[in-house]
């Protein structure tokens, strides 16, 4: 079972400015915080990977955990967009940037730059992150679930670059 099925709503913030002090039990960690002095559209997910942070992250956890993902999304470079947008090349690219999708007003206007920091307060509570978005999903509250997870899209949606067994 995907942790973000049938959990309870704990004291979470509900608005994507609480992301922005990090603190312990913050349900949004490293949001809203440089993740990589390089983060940009030109991010190097090679040294995201290396941050202490995915050391022991577990990638067949991440890839079973990914099938809440590609329920709605594709992975990979060059295939299309399905219910979302393609995440291909994802980490760096700001938000409603993969082009012929139709985004919410909301994401468009949230100024955000996908790093593995703001990807994970967005896959914690993604309503309460961009209030207004589109996407019909819970969240995952796990923590080393959400970490495990992206380490896994970090690899998978590196557009060709990182698409090796670690």
Known sequence: ???AC???DGDMPTARDAASTEQTGDPYPG???ETNPSDSVA???ADFLSEARFANAD???GELLSYACIACHTLGPG???LIGPNLSGVFGRPAAS???FPYSDALRGAGIVWTPGELDAWLARPDDYVPGNLMVFAGIYSVSDRTDLLAYLLR???AGELMTTQ
Do not use: K
Request: charged share 25%.
């Open 59 to 61: 990638f067949g956890r």
């Open 98 to 100: 993969a082009p012929d």
């Open 156 to 158: 998978e949606t590196a």
């Open 1 to 3: 079972m995907i942790a």
């Open 79 to 81: 295939e299309g967009h």
């Open 31 to 33: 949001a809203g915080v």
């Open 6 to 8: 049938d959990v309870p």
């Open 43 to 45: 991010a190097d997910v």
